[in-house]
């Protein structure tokens, strides 16, 4: 199987940062793509940035200019930098891969969630 791994999760005052990160592992062939989501209490999980093989990025609205993601392909690895930390942000963040396994494989795997509270 492919495991997703989230890191860097925590408490937060407004205005700060955080940086997030997810490690990929198990028998994989190629990652797709690769993006992060968050769900907040009482709304639906919603994309907060995404990024493909080649480097092509997107953004939700509410992040843009504020977040940045990033991946290492041969590392497996994919990070969001979070700056100007709203109380809006506060929500479990989940990392989402898609991609080959070993012997044509396909998979869509998502992480276990990181919490990421900002507050005074």
């Known amino acids: 199987q492919v495991q997703l791994v989230e890191s860097g999760g925590g408490l937060v005052q407004p205005g700060g940062s955080l940086r997030l990160s997810c490690a990929a592992s198990?028998?994989?062939?190629?990652?797709?793509?690769m993006a992060w989501y968050r769900q907040a209490p009482g709304k639906e999980r919603e994309l907060v940035a995404g990024i493909t093989s080649g480097g092509r990025t997107n953004y939700a609205d509410s992040v843009k200019g504020r977040f940045t993601i990033s991946r290492d392909s041969a590392k497996k690895t994919v990070t969001l930098q979070m700056n100007s930390l709203k109380s809006e942000d506060t929500a479990v963040y989940y990392c989402k891969a898609d991609g080959i396994r070993s012997y044509a494989i396909p998979f869509n795997s998502w992480g276990q969630g990181t919490q990421v509270t900002v507050s005074s």
């Open positions: 198990g028998s994989i062939f190629i990652i797709n793509n």
